[in-house]
């Protein structure tokens, strides 16, 4: 995939209808997908838990 084989414009539309670009695999380019489910993830104060975290919930 060349650089400018995608327009920004083009980019900046399907991403406002629910759409993004991801590889397929390694060096097979780019193609469009989307998803039924969506969410937001907060980028202000994140929080990953540890696996100790997580397994003390289930423990």
Known sequence: MT???????EIIR???QGYFL???EPGAGLA???SRER???P???PW???CRQCCSAIL
């Open 3 to 9: 650089r400018n084989q995608y327009d920004i414009e």
């Open 39 to 41: 969410a937001l993830i």
């Open 32 to 34: 469009w997908y989307s």
């Open 43 to 45: 980028l202000d104060d």
């Open 22 to 24: 991801m590889a397929n």
């Open 14 to 16: 399907g991403y406002a």
């Open 48 to 50: 990953i838990p540890t």
